[in-house]
């Protein structure tokens, strides 16, 4: 009984270590545009910073993971949050772009130790039967702070534009400290030698395993991951930018409309999602939802009324949240027994295309405000064309074999 309150414990704090993360990375959203309006930074700005955070993330988190395994889960969250925390301050005081840059690059740096270390504490302190619950709570965690980051700054930026990131570093701050004093560590030492002896093979690089993922029988699906991801990438990156500049909406509006829209997501996801996937299969969600956002986004350009842009960019928010488990669903499903190798290639290609997508759309933005909308709306529907030609190649292939079977007994006759 004991054991299994600590085991409650430390997954609570596992869960506010990395709410905190995700949390912090949402708060820029809603201030961006103030804060080029500050520092007297574009749009290519914008769309670097937040490519620099996707690169650092996605070049540090398999490090990250073989650092966990060979240290300790404790040691590398305690020091993934003192980084993160670093970044959140560095980023408040920041008076150039070349200091929110070191800010975001540590900032990935920090996510990529945090969350694998945080998914393998859980899964040690779990049994099989209780880990999807386990990891169930994390993702819970993941989403709860992207949903509420966002609002979070908006309303503390109404006492000053760099309060949200200095409340960000204290609480990590305040959470590694606790972490340290009262986390245990879950990774005997033994253990950790028998990890170090399982993975002392050769591992393929990441770019390796990208140059040959066109031999899975789900590269289309991957293929979709990043055009999809690359095409809201766009969206999501000048968001604020384009109604602050086009509207001129505050950091309070920007965060009311995103967090509406996440939340409604959300709520979709845990009630209506399954619904859905087994009402119409995940090819048709996808290809809906595709369609369905490039036309929003499009709208987006040609409404005015506030509660139309509300209304538009909750319909946006909505397809994307449905879009993006829809389409991890369907690899998993083509995966067969490669669930941990598809996973990792998904989390790849999602990274690639929102690293591509903001520079995109911060370069596209510096010429025109409207034209990262409309490339994106291009690619999301470009995206659409290839979900309808797969659908159609996968029936092609499923008929082939329905119809060589129903045609052997009138041979035989």
């Known amino acids: 009984m004991d054991l299994m309150l600590r085991n409650r414990a430390a997954l609570l704090l596992l869960m506010f270590n990395i709410f905190l993360v995700f949390t912090g990375i949402g708060l820029v959203v809603p201030i961006m545009p103030t804060y080029m309006n500050t520092l007297h930074i574009g749009g290519i700005i914008v769309g670097l910073l937040t490519a620099t955070f996707s690169v650092a993330q996605l070049i540090c988190s398999p490090i990250g993971g073989r650092i966990s395994d060979r240290l300790g889960r404790k040691k590398v969250i305690i020091v993934g949050m003192a980084i993160f925390a670093v970044s959140e301050f560095l980023f408040g005081i920041a008076n150039a772009p070349w200091l929110l840059f070191v800010s975001r690059i540590l900032g990935g740096i920090g996510a990529a130790l945090i969350m694998p270390a945080v998914m393998a ?19 819970a965690a993941i989403t709860t702070g992207f949903i509420i980051g ?26 590694g400290v606790v972490t340290l004093l009262v986390l245990p560590e879950s990774l005997s030492l033994e253990r950790r030698a028998e990890i170090a002896a399982a993975s002392a093979g050769k591992r393929d690089s990441l770019l390796k395993q990208l140059a040959t993922s066109y031999k899975t029988p789900y590269f289309l699906s991957l293929v979709i991951v990043f055009v999809s991801a690359f095409g ?35 709520v979709v996801q845990a009630t209506f999602f399954g619904w ?3 009402r119409f299969g995940e090819q048709r969600v996808i290809s809906i939802c ?51 190798f598809a996973a990792g290639l998904n989390s790849a290609y999602s990274s690639l295309g929102n690293i591509a997508g903001p520079i995109v759309a911060g370069a596209l933005f510096d010429v025109n405000i409207n034209y990262p909308y409309v490339s994106a709306a291009i690619v999301l529907f470009l995206c659409f064309l290839l979900v309808l030609l797969a659908g159609r190649r996968d029936r092609e292939l499923n008929d082939g074999p329905a119809a060589a079977a129903q045609a052997q007994p009138a041979e035989r006759v």
Not at 256 to 262: C, D, E, H, K, R
Not at 292 to 313: E, G, K, Q, S
């Open 121 to 139: 504490y859980t899964a040690d302190i779990t049994s099989d039967e209780e880990r999807a619950k386990g990891m169930g709570f994390i993702n």
């Open 290 to 340: 595709l369609a369905v956002a490039a036309v929003f986004v499009l709208m987006t350009l040609l409404v005015h009324p506030y509660w139309l842009i509300v209304t538009v960019t909750f319909i946006v928010f909505l397809a994307i949240d449905i879009l993006r488990p829809a389409i991890g669903t369907q690899i998993s499903r083509r995966a067969g027994d490669q669930q941990g």
């Open 232 to 266: 809201l990438a766009n969206y999501e990156t000048v968001f604020g930018l384009f109604v602050d500049h086009k509207f001129g909406f505050t950091a309070r509006d920007i965060a009311v409309i995103i967090t509406f829209g996440s939340i409604a997501g959300a």
């Open 150 to 175: 966002p609002g979070i700054g908006g309303f503390l930026a109404e006492f000053g534009i760099r309060v949200p990131f200095f409340a960000a570093g204290f609480a990590a701050l305040i959470s």
């Open 276 to 278: 859905l996937l087994n």
